[in-house]
Every structure is written in C-alpha cells, then in structure tokens.
C-alpha cells in the first residue's frame, strides 16, 4: 500500500502475492487481522495517506460481512439437512 496507486489489501491479493493459495478460508480472519496491523503501522509512521487507510478499511470491513453473511447461510443450510435428515429418520 506504500507504493503507487495502492490496491485493497484483501487475503486474495495478500496469497496471490506470497504464490500461495487458499484451500479452506479459515485463515483468512488472520490474514485480516495481519493486514490491518500493517495498515496500523503504516498510519502510524505515516507513509500512507490516512484517507487511503480509512477507505480500504472501509472497504475490509465489507468484505468481512459478506464472508460472514456467506458463512451463516451455509450454516444454516447444513444445519436444515440435518434436521430434514433427522425427521426423515424418525
């Protein structure tokens, strides 16, 4: 984010940039909370705009309750098979 035009540092980008790839998206609460340490970092040493901080937090922030919104509907959905599993049985 230091350098030029900053992308949103989103987990994807974060893997895409290490080569490395993820398989289940359990890690990507840390990798968030790893993002958003060095986005504190930079604000703090002021090496990037805090206009462009606030905004890619902003834009973190969305990305984070629709993984969470995604995550409770699949939830969800596993937890209305097993119940029609279970009437099914009975």
């Known amino acids: 984010m230091s350098t ?3 992308i ?3 987990p994807g980008v974060v893997f895409r940039h ?5 398989n289940c998206c359990r890690c990507a609460p840390l990798t968030v909370s790893a993002i958003y340490a060095a986005m504190d970092r930079l604000e703090t040493t002021t090496r ?3 206009f462009a901080l606030a905004e890619a ?6 990305i984070e309750e629709r ?9 969800a959905e596993i937890a209305e ?4 599993r279970r009437r099914a049985i009975a």
């Open 81 to 84: 098979r097993r119940a029609h």
């Open 4 to 6: 030029g035009p900053a």
């Open 57 to 62: 937090r902003a834009r973190l922030i969305r």
């Open 48 to 50: 990037v705009c805090p």
């Open 67 to 75: 993984r969470e919104r995604r995550q409770r509907r699949i939830d």
């Open 18 to 22: 290490l080569n490395k790839k993820m």
């Open 8 to 10: 949103l540092p989103t």
